[in-house]
């Protein structure tokens, strides 16, 4: 992702300006963090970049929260640091409508990613591993409580006899 904002620094391709705060020790980047790795990098590699454009971030700890989740400027964020700022949203008073509107999903997106959090360690380990979505590990937890493991695991079993590496939803049930 750094390489890439690094080429676009040095062909002069125009990319957004940063979004910052400004705080006691300086400025907090809370969004461009790849852009700006991207110029120093082309700086580095001997590629003078005068000025890098900043605006300010207005809103509240929250706003920055959903701001960060709703960016489509940054690289995409994993299942679980979409549900990780969610949970931050609600400990902020937010109901899932509210997260909805602010971050551009769906309310069952937003109740899906929370869900993440009753997904067991071994199971969030075989959505780590590429093996589940999100998504299906949430649905099989939900209906096979502490045996939703074992049923992932014939899952990928079958998904890998045929060639794939990720259980789906037909693996999970079959007809």
């Known amino acids: 992702h750094v390489e890439y904002f690094a080429n ?3 062909e002069g391709q125009p990319l957004p300006p940063l979004t910052v705060t400004v705080t006691e020790k300086g ?3 809370e969004d461009g963090q790849h852009r700006y790795l991207g110029a120093l990098k082309a700086i580095k590699m001997g590629h003078p970049i005068q000025r890098i454009e900043c605006k ?3 809103g509240t700890e929250a706003d920055k929260i959903a701001f960060m989740v709703s960016s489509s400027q940054g690289k995409a964020l994993d299942p679980f640091e979409r549900a990780k700022a969610y949970t931050r ?3 902020f008073g937010w109901n899932n409508e509210e ?4 971050v551009g999903r769906s309310v069952s997106d937003v109740q899906m990613h929370l869900s993440l959090g009753d997904v067991s360690p071994e199971m969030k380990e075989r959505i780590n591993l590429g093996q589940i979505s999100y998504a299906n590990a949430v649905a099989v937890t939900r209906e096979h409580g502490d ?3 074992k049923i992932v695991d014939g899952a990928v079993k ?3 006899a045929n060639g794939k590496v990720r259980a789906t939803a037909r693996n999970l049930n079959p007809k």
């Open 8 to 10: 676009c620094w040095i």
């Open 27 to 29: 400025k907090k980047i």
């Open 56 to 58: 300010d971030f207005t």
């Open 89 to 91: 949203l609600k400990g």
């Open 99 to 102: 997260i909805a509107k602010k």
């Open 147 to 149: 045996d939703a493991v």
């Open 158 to 160: 079958e998904a890998n």
